[in-house]
């Protein structure tokens, strides 16, 4: 009885010990199991889309058509659609278009997580004060939405056009005497041109006035006449000489290269007329006094 006795102690303990180490093992597992199970649900992807815009304000003078370059970003499980729209100020106009291909598009599929390239083309289709523009844009669908904002600026353009008011660049003038010669300044950028003053160049002794003398401010588009007096000095030679007129401001300047032709006055022709008829008389009479020797 005592050996039988020891054996099923023996055998308890054997099937104790296994048991202990079996639920070692499987417990362990069990809640492996489980947290891995917990960990798969806590990283299901939360879908997103976003604009990546690098160059988000673009400067450019009047006239110019505006490119922006912008990424839409998506993060999802699978492919999707999207509505592309853009909201401009009035007078503007933008197309939408994707990177490859110039072609007006208004919506755009693009794969969970990657980008689809697109360009919005801004286009002022009036003219339009120097100053900012701004254009939104926007992608949807019936769960997704993103904006971002773009920045047109137009700069100010500042140019001066000095003219002849009758288109040609030549004058006759009379020497000793005040000759005027009318003259046109037009400001062709697109916004005021302030301190406008004039100068000149031209043979020694001249005499060359504007009036006005200079401007104050001249305004876009808006064209000012001016009066230029010429006074060649008494008894200039008769001949063409080349007179050179000058506008300047501080944002731009213009000339004009004038061709003047100085005549001799009426009464100095008349005078050089006397003479001529003198010396004739004087010659006539002399031949008569020799032939009657």
């Not at 199970?37 to 003078?61: G, H, L, M, N, R």
């Amino acid at each position: 009885m005592g050996i039988k006795s020891l054996k099923i102690r023996r055998s308890l303990l054997f099937f104790s010990l296994l048991f202990v180490l079996c639920s070692m093992l499987i417990v362990p597992g069990t809640l492996l199991a489980e947290e891995t199970e917990e960990t798969t649900t806590t990283t299901q992807v939360e879908e997103s889309i976003a604009f990546d815009i690098t160059y988000p304000e673009i400067k450019a003078k009047d006239g110019s058509q505006f490119t922006f370059k912008a990424d839409l970003n998506f993060v999802g499980e699978e492919e999707t659609t999207f509505n592309v729209a853009a909201e401009a100020p009035q007078g503007w106009y933008v197309s939408i278009q994707p990177s490859y291909e110039a072609v007006d598009i208004s919506a755009v599929k693009v794969k969970p997580g990657s980008k689809e390239s697109l360009k919005f083309v801004a286009i002022p289709l009036t003219t339009q004060e120097p100053g900012d523009y701004i254009i939104k844009i926007k992608a949807s669908n019936d769960e997704l939405s993103a904006e971002a904002e773009l920045k047109a600026v137009i700069t100010a353009t500042y140019e001066l056009n000095f003219t002849p008011a009758n288109g040609m660049f030549n004058t006759k003038v009379t020497s000793g005497k005040d000759n005027h010669f009318a003259l046109q300044l037009k400001n062709n950028g697109s916004a005021a041109i302030e301190k406008i003053t004039f100068t000149s160049s031209g043979p020694e002794g001249w005499k060359i006035k504007y009036n006005p003398a200079d401007i104050e401010s001249l305004d876009a588009g808006k064209t000012q006449d001016i009066d230029l007096s010429i006074t060649p000095p008494d008894k200039t030679i008769a001949g063409d000489y080349m007179i050179t007129l000058n506008v300047n401001s501080e944002n731009s300047t213009d000339k004009i290269e004038l061709r003047v032709t100085v005549q001799t006055p009426t009464i100095w022709g008349w005078v050089g007329i006397g003479i001529i008829a003198v010396v004739i008389i004087g010659i006539g009479f002399i031949f008569t006094k020799l032939g009657r020797r």
